[in-house]
């Protein structure tokens, strides 16, 4: 499937997104789209039937002329939190529903996609910019979704002793990428969220968590150069991480203990080795890639076992912009390139002389970075207006903000002042850590 | 499929048994032998693999030269709590798992099938008489889980707002079955259990739990001549049996209170009328029918407030030998009908003069009777040794016995002396109620 | 204080119950009043309170003319079950309440003891047996609660890292019993149950649950003749009883393995010896006592590992025949000997020829004995009418059947048809066991 | 009692510290030191003894020469969560401790208090700040028990029926304080969190999260000039606030659908009136005092109704700058003044005229204000090292900063920079609101 380019049409971006998602089940049994395997976690015939009601939802019932809802129980069936949208079927229980099945499911993704071609085919964006910005949102969630089948099939496949494997994979050896570096930067007073405005609802389009746009002063900091690789992780484990408990928040260390967490999510010891579940099925950890998986509470203990401590969101959107200023698309291992685990950074060349400043690397894909800074709202933060403004305003307790992507996020998804949140104890998407200090 | 008779040889009712099993899933979408709807329930495909399973590690592991294990990670996956048969895979997880897949499952079934008949037409049960015991358990073994096929598949429907329907069947207008009338019997020593020996292990067989042969005495009593109906049981709930605290056990109570329980299982109000979902999808409550899926708690208050009691299961053994003696096949609505719910009693003819001693009907099939029995040992109890002694032995506390058999069940797996059990607050199985009395 | 003794004067015989519960305060601290250390505990407050509480909802406000309620909150307070005797305060709540003070609790047992003397004084009981007969209940119901201020502030003393001590014994010696014999007894049909009847209340008196009279076939059995003890069950420790699956009840082995228990409640390892907890406080465990605070998981597990069973209660109550009729006062280890804790058997004399049947010992005090009747009615079972009838019907399920008394009993209290009943898992009571087995 | 003064010796603080911990106890009966009423709450004993348990941890064993521990069992008993303070007593269990008793506790701390006084004679504050900083944690930890002894048996009366009475008082009638102002704040670059140094242990005090200092840039904003009423919180309930989904976050509407919130906690209906529980028994909620007892939910949906939004805590201590630099003592409704709960605003005099810019009131005392600031570290934040380093670093997460102090808070203890922090569902501390809005 060619990727998409920044310029795309609304249609061809909404046939590409579409499309994507079914290429991500290939691999998948009809019995793989039933299974929830906790809470958190949604069947795959689930995302498949959710991203579709979206758009009959937000798209085709207000907007499209003579649209008739596909069926009379979707609605109910395929919300998932959007009160003002209606009532919905219990999140807990996604797991329980056989029927529709993964081929009723399909028939309502293509009716709705025709009926969506045909509407798309007729817009005019210029005219009508409010729907444009819809259908936008549209297609931002569905790619949300994307991620979050892969990293729900994950955990189906992990809780199955069976172990089955999503896509195999040939990994060459990969190269050691060296000491950590510190990346330093200023003090100063930072704009610090989107810049309203824009001509194409591309250009216009961020969640509205993303704003205002407003000024923050940040003290001077340093950051790793790359994120903590899986064998800086394994020393800590060594040396009692996991059981120094003055390292830990004491809710984290509550976690620990009822848990009985003593390595990684995903990780087992098999022989004096370390063993994960990955897409690939059980591999061996590589001590080169990023560790991922980890919770809030892990990434935070690790780094005040290393002497250091977890970036704010501020300093990070700060330190993200001088990588990349958020036009034109990022580079980094997104979830096109099909790698679907965090990739080792490049080694720093030591070659000749001292070496100037380290290059600032993985800010974008590979693993979400967990920053300290709680999930709230910018000052003068307004939801939109109606369900989609359910979106996120709703969710601003108790969670922690993530930058920057991972291995499973679209390219074409991601931004500097793009703000993730998850609670503290989610190991289940592939969240890991970038070391910061303050100078 | 024709019926099977008591003549049949081992290799003939193996092959109907199994059929039937795959009979029961013709209705089914692939997706449907996935879902665990409560810890209770199991998945269509776990049962068909569970008793797969069960003819692999008692039958041809032991019994059957040559034969090896079609898959080592079956054994742990489709154990279901035969402690002794090694470790097992958690009961509470068994809908998280979509490999194997059905069509995996089916084709374990059939190399399973294909070795037992290879085994079987060479098998000689007069020369080994305690392997055909042991087959004999298996084919009553895989009954059992044909009757929680059903019931369980019912309740995975029913969890689903689509209601969708296993089997459609068309409902005749039915008969009044007219007052209840009581049936007596005097005081006596009985013979309480299963009369050992046989000459084929179809005449031996019985569960371990129905022995050993005993003596009690058992006081005068008077049974109700038919079940409790439906419509009997609306009279129950309009005269607020529900909130009338005084007619149920203090654990019954706590479970009306926790559970908000207004009306019996699958039952729901639309309209002023009452509705309940059954196998053949939501249809309207006939009052003629039996009430069904009733827990314990709800027959005793029944009971209790219809100035009755539960019968003892040794009253009820005694009664049921008045209509049958175990001998030959019984007359009732069993699953080989296709109702699949229980059916009304007949009408007493009350023609002309007084009526004689009104005849004891619904013994046998249409609903699971329960007893005020707690489930335990007959004295001198031994469970068998082995890996199968775990079969009964284990579960002695906590539950009331269940006589009689269901709509459900199979006319080839019912007797007299038939022991079934229950906790008192389960409901998903074709539960009802006769009254009795103490003369 | 002198013991009672059965023809005493219901004035008198109130007059000492109710000194006997203000007795086994006196070595209470008032904050000892107030703990409830888990839901099954209650505060020896509201002991005090409840029992009070008896004898003014049944005898003073509706036979004492003139009597006013003492405090209009008590009833809802001190109610334990009775739901047709009004709302009532939440059980897992009664350590909740530092009010009513215990001075304030003791006032209102002062003031009902007082108008109870003036109501005694002039009360006719053969004019009034219906009276007298609740007289009788309140002075049982009381006896009961006086067990349970022991067992629970064990409980409450058990759980504070401190230990209290609750009253300091000397322990003399003990002789070892010596090996567990064997006393048969013949099959029979049997009257089990009480004979109705009697001049006076105490004569008439036994909890409606001991009746109706009837008759039961007792097939030919044999008992141990003493207690298992502490010293037989270390041998089961040691063999690894605790970890035979399949020497437990499925619900056993699970709540062995939810609880982790490893050897019996209130038992700690310290440096290679067995310690408890005892109303003496920490002791080392005396291996000819008799083991004690046994679940019937345990209780059951031991006996199957022994080769043996748990009695029926039906076995119970003909040995226990053998030994007292139930008329005058039984011997053996109970409250009021002071001990506070099962006492060894007598050794059986082994001196000169062939010892002849051993004598039945214990079968009255030390511990009660699980046996592996369910708790259920007896045939033709009716509570009595309004809130006493709610004494004991209402607990029919999930309970075991508990015979024989303990060392905690009033030997004013204890009769060889009398029914205690616990669930399965509950070990803050004495209970202990006997072997049977069938013969 | 005389009241402190910032010039008071450490030796007359810490005896005016102790004495008034003591004098709030007045008013209990022994049964009221032994209850908790819920996880949160200590019992008043177990207050009493950890803080003094907290002198001879932190003080006396480490300084006083000679001084050896009171009893070797208090250590583990009063511990509350310092892990590097040794093995601690279950914090939910403390309910369970009837030993030590009220007696043996206050001997505890009468030998600490006389330990404590001979070492404050001897003790040089110049020649020892570490010690003397020490000494000053001391105190004021000892204040934060106090309040929080007073919010714990306020909720221990709470839920006893008998709704006891901390201590009686005369309300007079009270004044309308008039409706809402705006009070505006510029933008500006601040430095936030304390100014490091000083003299004094008493002006080097400060809890470590208080710092370090930096700045921060707040956007302008405004604030309300005084906390919501009673009677404006009632104008939400009459609205239907409670079953508002929208104004909610989503764990909030999570929390008032489980909990069945309809009105704030120690309110209820009486008629049609609205009472409340307080420190002096039930009263009728009068509508001119500020409201209380809010969760962070209640504030932050009450907030988004009222069409404003709760402080951020930087732009909190900002405007309370403009009342109280922090030296000297602030004015307010705190615990010296006895009267328990929150007081009516004054109100905004509207004679002569249009009044000037309104008077910011009750920013000191009343109730804490909740900020939607998530309780995090400032940047470049440690923790002291030791155990004390938990007494505040390893909470945060989760929880919500609160403001200014409250009616049970110490006039001494409070300053603009501190920060207070609870978890988003508490509702027993004195917790109100403030609007906020952006301009």
């Given at each position: 499937m060619p990727p998409l380019?920044?310029?795309d049409?609304?249609?061809a971006r909404y046939a590409a997104v579409r499309a994507f998602?079914?290429?991500?089940?290939?691999?998948?049994?009809?019995?793989?789209?039933?299974?929830?395997?906790?809470?958190?976690?949604?069947?795959?015939?689930?995302?498949?039937?959710?991203?579709?009601?979206?758009?009959?939802?937000?798209?085709?019932?207000?907007?499209?002329?003579?649209?008739?809802?596909?069926?009379?129980?979707?609605?109910?069936?395929?919300?998932?939190?959007?009160?003002?949208?209606?009532?919905?079927?219990?999140?807990?229980?996604?797991?329980?529903?056989?029927?529709?099945?993964?081929?009723?499911?399909?028939?309502?993704?293509?009716?709705?996609?025709?009926?969506?071609?045909?509407?798309?085919?007729?817009?005019?964006?210029?005219?009508?910019?409010?729907?444009?910005?819809?259908?936008?949102?549209?297609?931002?969630?569905?790619?949300?979704?994307?991620?979050?089948?892969?990293?729900?099939?994950?955990?189906?496949?992990?809780?199955?002793?069976?172990?089955?494997?999503?896509?195999?994979?040939?990994?060459?050896?990969?190269?050691?990428?060296?000491?950590?570096?510190?990346?330093?930067?200023?003090?100063?007073?930072?704009?610090?969220?989107?810049?309203?405005?824009?001509?194409?609802?591309?250009?216009?389009?961020?969640?509205?968590?993303?704003?205002?746009?407003?000024?923050?002063?940040?003290?001077?900091?340093?950051?790793?150069?790359?994120?903590?690789?899986?064998?800086?992780?394994?020393?800590?484990?060594?040396?009692?991480?996991?059981?120094?408990?003055?390292?830990?928040?004491?809710?984290?260390?509550?976690?620990?203990?009822?848990?009985?967490?003593?390595?990684?999510?995903?990780?087992?010891?098999?022989?004096?080795?370390?063993?994960?579940?990955?897409?690939?099925?059980?591999?061996?950890?590589?001590?080169?890639?990023?560790?991922?998986?980890?919770?809030?509470?892990?990434?935070?203990?690790?780094?005040?076992?290393?002497?250091?401590?977890?970036?704010?969101?501020?300093?990070?959107?700060?330190?993200?912009?001088?990588?990349?200023?958020?036009?034109?698309?990022?580079?980094?291992?997104?979830?096109?390139?099909?790698?679907?685990?965090?990739?080792?950074?490049?080694?720093?060349?030591?070659?000749?002389?001292?070496?100037?400043?380290?290059?600032?690397?993985?800010?974008?894909?590979?693993?979400?970075?967990?920053?300290?800074?709680?999930?709230?709202?910018?000052?003068?933060?307004?939801?939109?207006?109606?369900?989609?403004?359910?979106?996120?305003?709703?969710?601003?307790?108790?969670?922690?903000?993530?930058?920057?992507?991972?291995?499973?996020?679209?390219?074409?998804?991601?931004?500097?002042?793009?703000?993730?949140?998850?609670?503290?104890?989610?190991?289940?998407?592939?969240?890991?850590?970038?070391?910061?200090?303050?100078?």
């Open positions: 380019t920044v310029t049409t609304l249609a998602t079914e290429h991500l089940c290939e691999p998948l049994a009809t019995e793989d789209y039933v299974v929830q395997s906790m809470t958190d976690v949604s069947p795959t015939k689930w995302h498949l039937a959710h991203t579709t009601w979206f758009w009959e939802t937000f798209v085709l019932q207000p907007y499209a002329e003579g649209y008739t809802l596909y069926d009379e129980a979707y609605p109910f069936l395929f919300n998932s939190y959007y009160v003002q949208a209606g009532e919905r079927h219990c999140r807990a229980q996604r797991g329980y529903l056989s029927r529709p099945t993964v081929e009723e499911v399909l028939a309502f993704r293509h009716a709705v996609d025709e009926a969506m071609g045909h509407f798309l085919d007729a817009f005019d964006e210029t005219a009508h910019p409010e729907i444009a910005d819809v259908i936008e949102v549209g297609l931002n969630h569905e790619q949300q979704h994307q991620e979050l089948m892969l990293t729900d099939i994950k955990h189906v496949f992990s809780v199955n002793p069976l172990r089955p494997v999503y896509r195999a994979h040939d990994h060459a050896p990969t190269l050691d990428p060296g000491p950590l570096a510190w990346v330093s930067f200023e003090e100063g007073l930072h704009e610090i969220g989107v810049v309203p405005g824009g001509t194409t609802s591309r250009e216009r389009f961020h969640f509205d968590n993303e704003g205002p746009r407003h000024r923050a002063f940040v003290e001077p900091f340093a950051f790793g150069h790359r994120l903590v690789t899986a064998g800086e992780f394994m020393v800590f484990i060594e040396e009692d991480g996991y059981r120094n408990t003055p390292l830990w928040l004491s809710e984290g260390w509550a976690t620990v203990d009822a848990e009985g967490w003593t390595e990684p999510f995903y990780w087992e010891q098999r022989d004096g080795e370390w063993w994960h579940f990955t897409l690939q099925g059980m591999r061996r950890v590589d001590p080169h890639e990023p560790i991922t998986h980890l919770s809030y509470f892990e990434a935070d203990a690790y780094a005040r076992w290393a002497g250091a401590r977890l970036p704010s969101e501020f300093e990070w959107e700060v330190a993200a912009r001088t990588v990349w200023d958020g036009n034109g698309l990022p580079e980094g291992n997104f979830v096109e390139r099909g790698r679907l685990h965090p990739a080792p950074a490049e080694p720093i060349s030591q070659g000749d002389g001292a070496p100037s400043t380290p290059r600032l690397q993985q800010m974008m894909g590979d693993t979400w970075e967990w920053t300290h800074s709680a999930y709230t709202a910018y000052p003068g933060y307004r939801p939109v207006d109606g369900a989609l403004g359910e979106y996120n305003g709703k969710w601003m307790n108790g969670s922690f903000v993530l930058r920057g992507g991972s291995c499973a996020t679209s390219r074409t998804h991601i931004r500097p002042t793009y703000r993730n949140f998850f609670h503290p104890a989610a190991t289940w998407q592939f969240t890991g850590l970038r070391l910061a200090k303050s100078l």
